[in-house]
Nanobody, 116 residues
Framework: EVQLQASGGGLVQAGGSLRLSCVVS????????IGWFRQVPGKEREGVSC????????NFADSVKGRFTIARDNAKNTVYLQMNSLKPEDTAVYYC?????????WGKGTQVTVSS
């Protein structure tokens, strides 16, 4: 069974930091790019960041560039999203997914709430 377990969300004041983790099991982690997405009620899910398995290259949404970083630990089948200088508009449920030519898998989200 494929599982993606996102954790690390919580309540933080504006300007604070959180680190999200996505632990992947049930697939060959090295074969998948891992992405983070977020969704606010009533809005479409948007891409935040991704890290490729092939070369470790990364992408970030313009709204988080310079504030968020992403890293993967292949030994632990885990991807981390470090979120710094958080803003109230970063408030959302954050999801991770694993994607390859074989398919895309999603995990349950973790709530991030940034208070002003």
């Amino acid at each position: 069974e494929v599982q993606l377990q996102a954790s690390g969300g919580g309540l933080v004041q504006a300007g604070g930091s959180l680190r999200l983790s996505c632990v992947v099991s049930g697939i060959s982690f090295d074969d998948y790019a891992i992405g983070w997405f977020r969704q606010v009620p009533g809005k479409e899910r948007e891409g935040v960041s991704c890290i490729r398995n092939s070369d470790g290259s990364t992408n970030f949404a313009d709204s988080v560039k310079g504030r968020f970083t992403i890293a993967r630990d292949n030994a632990k089948n885990t991807v981390y999203l470090q979120m710094n200088s958080l803003k109230p508009e970063d408030t959302a449920v954050y999801y991770c997914n694993a994607g390859s030519k074989v398919g895309i898998f999603w995990g349950k989200g973790t709530q991030v709430t940034v208070s002003s």
